[in-house]
């Protein structure tokens, strides 16, 4: 993303509760990697319900898609059956284009994952890109902000 | 909105706007967006700062047809008035 196609933005920030179960983790008795990406979906899902903003409706009346286009982990700790997670999400960057959702995992005080997660807009009906809508926007931005 | 003295400058111009965005240093009247590295996400972003600085608006059906500097040069010229860029 280029530098002029920034904006200044303020994001409001979700906190996503998540219980690991068994199914979630590996041969290795760790959390799987791949995994951690439904808790960042689950996160982005319920900040944006929370400030009004449906997916399953937005899907049916547009008939736009977000698909994720880009994505970035780190992993600092693994987590394991039964843990407690705490995810943390909110938009560390915007354009018309696509939007970043950054975000962390962590269990109590440990971070055990960051993330960088992009998403576009695209019709269901052509594959087209689209522009972000200014609802998603203006559900996760703090008021007054937008791109 | 930019006063434009002639057609040239809005091309100009417009060529800057797409450079600056796609951090590339040439962009050829007739090249092709994507033969250039821009993609259609890329794309997006070249529209909506065209929009920005020239008041214009695209549709979704035009999002697509911006697929080079002499298309999108085209597109934007159909939306200014014509006191504006037509004049040279």
Sequence with gaps: MSAAALHALQSRRGHHTVRVL??????????????????????????????????DLFEKETGLGLP??????????????????????????????????????????????????????????DGQIRRVPVALLDACLEPGYTV | MPQHTSKNSLKEELRSLIAEIAEIDAIPDDAAFKDLGIDSMMGVEIVAAIERQY????????????TTLNRSYELVIEKLPQTSAAAG
Excluded at chain 1, 27 to 55: D, I, M, N, Q
Excluded at chain 1, 75 to 98: E, I, N
């Design chain 1, 22 to 55: 068994y199914h979630d983790t590996d041969k290795a008795r760790v959390v799987h990697h791949a995994t951690y990406f439904r808790y960042l979906e689950g996160a982005r899902l319920e900040l944006w319900r929370e400030h009004g903003f449906s997916y």
């Design chain 1, 68 to 125: 994720v286009v880009e994505t970035h982990m780190r992993y600092h700790a693994a987590a394991r059956f039964d843990d407690l997670l705490v995810v943390t999400t909110w938009v560390g960057a915007a354009t018309r284009a696509s939007v970043w959702f950054h975000a962390e995992i962590r269990r109590d005080e440990s971070l055990l994952v960051m993330a960088k997660v992009r998403l576009a807009c695209a019709s269901f009906d």
């Design chain 2, 55 to 66: 008041h214009v608006k695209f549709s979704d059906a035009e999002l697509s047809q911006v």
